[in-house]
Nanobody, 124 residues
């Protein structure tokens, strides 16, 4: 079992940047088998996939909303996945979650383990 803990959220002005981190604990010997994804959920909206990265890091997918502004990466030696978010917009405001999956993709039902989330608020 993996335990995931996100960090790095906060309040940022439009156009600013944040870097989210998600570190796994528990059965981390299996961490490198898992694809990792970032999802977000804004109040009153459904959870949506933002980006995912394969177990080796060789395959990356972005939602249209994240393409060109967000960068996902992972460090399997640190059991950590990152989401660098640049040129943030007010519509990026949401709770951001990381998740682990043996399948990957941007469909949340494919993910087995979830963090508790970190809040990102983009506002002037």
């Amino acid at each position: 079992q993996l335990l995931l803990v996100e960090s790095g959220g906060g309040l940022v002005q439009p156009g600013g940047s944040l870097r989210l981190s998600c570190t796994a604990s528990g059965d981390t010997a299996d961490y490198h088998y898992y694809a990792m994804g970032w999802f977000r959920q804004a109040p009153g909206k459904e959870r949506e996939g933002v980006s995912c990265i394969s177990s080796s890091g060789s395959s990356i997918t972005y939602a249209d909303s994240a393409q060109g502004r967000f960068t996902i990466s992972r460090d399997n030696t640190r059991n950590t996945v990152y989401l660098q978010m640049n040129r943030l917009k007010p519509e990026d405001t949401a709770m951001y979650y990381c998740a682990a999956s043996l399948i990957g993709g941007l469909v949340d039902s494919e993910y087995d383990y979830w963090g508790q989330g970190t809040q990102v608020t983009v506002s002037s």
